[in-house]
């Protein structure tokens, strides 16, 4: 069955610290992973992207990696800002009988305190 | 916000009443997909259309229609409203699949009493 997990389900840390999310996949075949962040009351927006071909990508003060071996990726955020507060959204996607689905994660609810 | 208009943003119903909500899009994105979010779960798919009149159904389609008759507007219709569909509803477009990147709109609460 094709899921993506994600831990820890909520987070709190201080402002200007550094955390990383996880999330776990097992959707095959794997065409690429993102990471969203969802404000409260608000849509997904996109923060990165990857295909089974990249390790690493950028975006500002996040950082995600991907390990498709062991399909797991990271989402690292550093120094911490209070507008960080927000949930964040792993979706798997990959072909299935002729279009693509996309598998989207429960998601890690950060709250950031000053 | 990428130029998504979803309405309304709010709406309370009754049991057994038909409700519509609207999705409008000014980026002339092939692909329209209709999303419901609830607690304790990832957006799940419920509809969604790769071009006028080009619709499939997605993994939560019982209860709900859609329509698709211009580019730029994709209808979701909930023909007899059900507690059950009570929860937030997010439309999302897309230039193609695969690697192409998904705009989301703001979402539609929706109350069924």
């Known amino acids: 069955k094709n899921q993506v997990e994600q831990s820890p389900q909520s987070l709190i840390i201080l402002e200007g610290k550094n955390c990383t999310l996880q999330c776990n996949y097992t959707v095959s075949p794997f065409s690429n992973l993102r990471w969203y962040k969802q404000d409260t009351g608000r849509g997904p927006v996109s923060l990165t992207i990857?295909?089974?071909?990249?390790n690493t990508k950028s975006n500002g003060r996040y950082t995600a990696t991907l390990d498709a071996d062991t399909k797991q990726s990271s989402l690292h955020i550093t120094a911490s800002q209070l507008s960080d507060s927000a949930s964040y959204i792993c979706v798997v996607s990959g072909p299935s009988s002729g279009t693509y689905k996309y598998i989207f994660g429960t998601g890690t609810r950060l709250k950031v305190l000053a | 916000d990428a130029g998504i208009t979803q309405s309304p943003r709010h709406k309370v119903t009754e049991t057994g009443t038909p409700v519509t909500l609207r999705c409008h899009q000014t980026?002339?994105?092939?692909?329209m997909y209709w999303y419901r979010q609830d607690p304790g779960h990832g957006l799940r798919l419920i509809h969604y259309?790769?071009?006028?009149?080009?619709?499939d159904k997605g993994e939560v389609s019982d209860g709900y229609s859609v329509s698709r008759s211009k580019t730029e507007d994709f209808l979701l219709t909930l023909e007899s409203a059900t507690s059950s569909q009570t929860s937030v509803y997010f439309c999302?477009?897309?230039?193609?699949?695969?690697?192409?990147?998904?705009?989301f709109g703001q979402g539609t609460r929706l109350t069924v009493v």
């Open positions: 259309s790769y071009g006028v009149k080009d619709t």
């Open positions: 990857m295909t089974f071909s990249e």
């Open positions: 980026e002339n994105h092939r692909y």
């Open positions: 999302a477009i897309r230039q193609g699949e695969a690697n192409t990147e998904a705009f």
